[in-house]
Structure formats: structure tokens, C-alpha cells
């Protein structure tokens, strides 16, 4: 099969590799579509991301989708055909944190396109069966792959609580920021405020789900009063985290999701006096099921996101593209 790897720092060769074959527990999956990411961007263009360095060559891409053509010996024969989206995950089945049901958090995670785990900029990836999510015919190979980051939302949705009635500020209006103000939308919210810096950006939050948008350059995020019950930080600007945090109502919950500084000075005695609320999320967990159902039943909107595509040729340009302000998601189609 072909595949496109990441030899070093900014090189990208696309290789003559074996079709991997399935373990007991596995499918293989012939690849349709991989949603570019911000983590393929920095992986490519900086060679790391915190302590995951990139120290041998890798195959990039995480948000994939395909059809099965092939099973392990202890996966039924029927499901070769199906096409799915694939969760891109391998944790251990014994670790505490998995027995506890937050699998995203076992130290013994193995994921797609993080050093050393090739990832799916490839014709071929295998996966274990039960992360190989069945999709319904009405749902596109574009729109199953992006599943993924769908489901970064849809954690982010959970952990902030958003239900019917909620108000809700995003800060950054990018694939996540838009895919966050939707899974916002579908969990109920009837306030949604984006924030960004771009005015095409904000102009796009509108489409998908925000009532309104503000410019931190001209706006006072934090003296506004917005008293909102949700902040969703998808911007990683230090700037951003404090004014968002300042714009909570009492027991507000800030859910910290874009990837910025190591550290932040955080205002304490806000955050005591009015029992405010700090997380984050990590990936995500348990969250493909509704994923799918909101798609399918057209509460969110994947297919118009897509702004372009390009073959196994043409990474390198995929990921230069997906980095342009008027990018929302690029894809990645092995058989192009």
C-alpha cells in the first residue's frame, strides 16, 4: 500500500509499506477519508508536540473513516462491507482509568499519528473492532471522519454541562471552535457567543451555530456581563482563558480545551468566592454513538465544513492548507 510519512521536520515521502493484517481483535480498514489536524500541523512543521517528539519516520492523520475489507479471527465475517468511522484508539483493557470508563486517560494509550503509532495517511490501517463504528448510508465518508473532532466537542459539552436553556461563550472560531459552537447548539444551548480575532472566522461561527459573535481587539469580553453558565476554550490564548473565565456566571464551568502556555496565573479567589468551575479535555471518551446520531439526524452539519482536499501526494500542501484562515476542515483522500 501507499502511505505518506514523515521522514523529519517539514519532509514528507509517500512509501511502498505493507498492507498491515488485522490481529484476532481487528478489522482492516480500506481508507476513504482523514480530517487534516492541528496536531498533523505542529507534528509536521515542529516535530513534537509537549514530550511527544517525532524521533522516527511516522505516518500522520487521525480522523479517519473507510470499509472494512478484512477481519481478525475473533471478529464476526459479516461486518467486511461495513463502512465505519474509526475512534483512533488502543487502550489497555486492565488499566485503572479504562475500568473506570475514561479510556482516553490510560497511561497505556496507543493513538493514530502520536510518536510511535503510524496514523491513517495511509490506504490501508487496521483498528480494533469495537472502535470501527458502523455509519448509515446517509452519512458521507468525509462527514464519518470527522467524527473525531466532532467528539472533542461533544466531550467539551459534557464536561461544561451544557443543557437546554444553557449560554455558552466559545473562544476561537477554528474547526474546533465551529464544531464546539455546534455540538453546543445540539445539547440544547440557546445562547452562543464566539469570540475570535479573524472577521471571516466569526462571519463562519454564525453559520454553525452562534447567536452572536464579539472581536476581542474591539471587545470587552470581560466587562461585558455576559454571565454565561459555559466557557468552551478552543483559542489556547492566555488572553482568551482570563477574559472567559472573568465572563462566567456564579458556578460557571470553564472547560479548557485549545492547546496554549504551559502555565497560566489564574485568579484564585474568583474561582473560590463564586465557585467557578476549571477542567479540561483529553481527547475523549464514549462519544462516537452520538456523534454519529447527531449527524445522521442533521442536529450537526460535518459535509460544508470541508474546504479541501487533496491525495497522498499532496500532504504536505493539505496540512499548509488547513492552516489558511478561510480553512475549516481539509481532507485527506488516499484514493484520490
Given at each position: 500500500?501507499?502511505?505518506?510519512v514523515?521522514?523529519?521536520?517539514?519532509?514528507?515521502?509517500?512509501?511502498?509499506?505493507?498492507?498491515?493484517?488485522?490481529?484476532?481483535?481487528?478489522?482492516?480498514?480500506?481508507?476513504?477519508?482523514?480530517?487534516?489536524?492541528?496536531?498533523?500541523?505542529?507534528?509536521?512543521?515542529?516535530?513534537?508536540?509537549?514530550?511527544?517528539?517525532?524521533?522516527?519516520?511516522?505516518?500522520?492523520?487521525?480522523e479517519a473513516?473507510?470499509?472494512?475489507?478484512a477481519?481478525?479471527?475473533?471478529?464476526?465475517?459479516?461486518?467486511?462491507?461495513?463502512?465505519?468511522?474509526?475512534?483512533?484508539?488502543?487502550?489497555?483493557?486492565?488499566?485503572?482509568?479504562?475500568?473506570?470508563?475514561?479510556?482516553?486517560?490510560?497511561?497505556?494509550?496507543?493513538?493514530?499519528?502520536?510518536?510511535?503509532?503510524?496514523?491513517?495517511?495511509?490506504?490501508?490501517?487496521?483498528?480494533?473492532?469495537h472502535?470501527?463504528?458502523?455509519?448509515?448510508?446517509?452519512?458521507?465518508?468525509?462527514?464519518?471522519?470527522?467524527?473525531?473532532?466532532?467528539?472533542?466537542?461533544?466531550?467539551?459539552a459534557?464536561?461544561?454541562?451544557?443543557?437546554?436553556?444553557?449560554?455558552?461563550?466559545?473562544?476561537?472560531?477554528?474547526?474546533?471552535?465551529?464544531?464546539?459552537?455546534?455540538?453546543?447548539?445540539?445539547?440544547?444551548?440557546?445562547?452562543?457567543?464566539?469570540?475570535?480575532?479573524?472577521?471571516?472566522?466569526?462571519?463562519?461561527?454564525?453559520?454553525?451555530?452562534?447567536?452572536?459573535?464579539?472581536?476581542?481587539?474591539?471587545?470587552?469580553?470581560?466587562?461585558?456581563?455576559?454571565?454565561?453558565?459555559?466557557?468552551?476554550?478552543?483559542?489556547?490564548?492566555?488572553?482568551?482563558?482570563?477574559?472567559?473565565?472573568?465572563?462566567?456566571?456564579?458556578?460557571?464551568?470553564?472547560?479548557l480545551?485549545?492547546?496554549?502556555?504551559?502555565?497560566?496565573?489564574?485568579?484564585?479567589?474568583?474561582?473560590?468566592?463564586?465557585?467557578?468551575?476549571?477542567?479540561?479535555?483529553?481527547?475523549?471518551?464514549?462519544?462516537?454513538?452520538?456523534?454519529?446520531?447527531?449527524?445522521?439526524?442533521?442536529?450537526?452539519?460535518?459535509?460544508?465544513?470541508?474546504?479541501?482536499?487533496?491525495?497522498?501526494?499532496?500532504?504536505?500542501?493539505?496540512?499548509?492548507?488547513?492552516?489558511?484562515?478561510?480553512?475549516?476542515?481539509?481532507?485527506?483522500?488516499?484514493?484520490?
Amino acid at each position: 500500500m501507499r502511505a505518506s510519512v514523515l521522514i523529519k521536520q517539514g519532509s514528507l515521502v509517500v512509501e511502498e509499506r505493507p498492507v498491515p493484517r488485522p490481529a484476532a481483535d481487528e478489522v482492516l480498514v480500506k481508507v476513504a477519508s482523514v480530517g487534516v489536524c492541528g496536531s498533523d500541523v505542529h507534528y509536521f512543521k515542529e516535530g513534537r508536540i509537549g514530550d511527544f517528539v517525532v524521533d522516527r519516520p511516522l505516518v500522520l492523520g487521525h480522523e479517519a473513516a473507510g470499509t472494512i475489507v478484512a477481519v481478525g479471527a475473533g471478529v464476526p465475517a459479516d461486518r467486511i462491507g461495513r463502512r465505519v468511522s474509526i475512534e483512533p484508539q488502543h487502550p489497555s483493557s486492565t488499566s485503572p482509568q479504562t475500568l473506570s470508563g475514561r479510556y482516553n486517560l490510560c497511561p497505556h494509550m496507543r493513538f493514530y499519528a502520536t510518536p510511535p503509532v503510524d496514523g491513517a495517511f495511509a490506504e490501508y490501517v487496521t483498528i480494533q473492532s469495537h472502535f470501527a463504528f458502523d455509519v448509515p448510508d446517509s452519512v458521507t465518508d468525509d462527514a464519518a471522519a470527522l467524527m473525531e473532532p466532532l467528539s472533542v466537542g461533544i466531550a467539551a459539552a459534557r464536561k461544561a454541562e451544557i443543557t437546554a436553556g444553557s449560554r455558552v461563550l466559545i473562544a476561537g472560531a477554528g474547526p474546533i471552535g465551529i464544531l464546539a459552537a455546534q455540538a453546543a447548539r445540539a445539547f440544547g444551548a440557546t445562547e452562543i457567543i464566539v469570540s475570535d480575532l479573524d472577521d471571516r472566522r466569526r462571519e463562519q461561527a454564525l453559520k454553525y451555530g452562534a447567536t452572536s459573535t464579539l472581536n476581542p481587539r474591539t471587545d470587552d469580553v470581560a466587562g461585558l456581563g455576559l454571565e454565561v453558565d459555559a466557557f468552551l476554550e478552543c483559542s489556547g490564548a492566555t488572553p482568551a482563558v482570563l477574559s472567559g473565565l472573568a465572563a462566567l456566571a456564579p458556578a460557571g464551568r470553564m472547560v479548557l480545551i485549545g492547546m496554549g502556555a504551559d502555565a497560566v496565573s489564574l485568579p484564585i479567589p474568583a474561582i473560590q468566592n463564586r465557585e467557578l468551575v476549571v477542567t479540561g479535555v483529553f481527547r475523549y471518551a464514549n462519544t462516537w454513538p452520538t456523534a454519529i446520531d447527531l449527524v445522521r439526524t442533521g442536529r450537526v452539519d460535518l459535509d460544508s465544513m470541508v474546504t479541501g482536499r487533496h491525495g497522498l501526494d499532496e500532504v504536505a500542501d493539505a496540512l499548509i492548507e488547513s492552516t489558511q484562515p478561510t480553512s475549516l476542515k481539509t481532507i485527506v483522500s488516499p484514493g484520490l
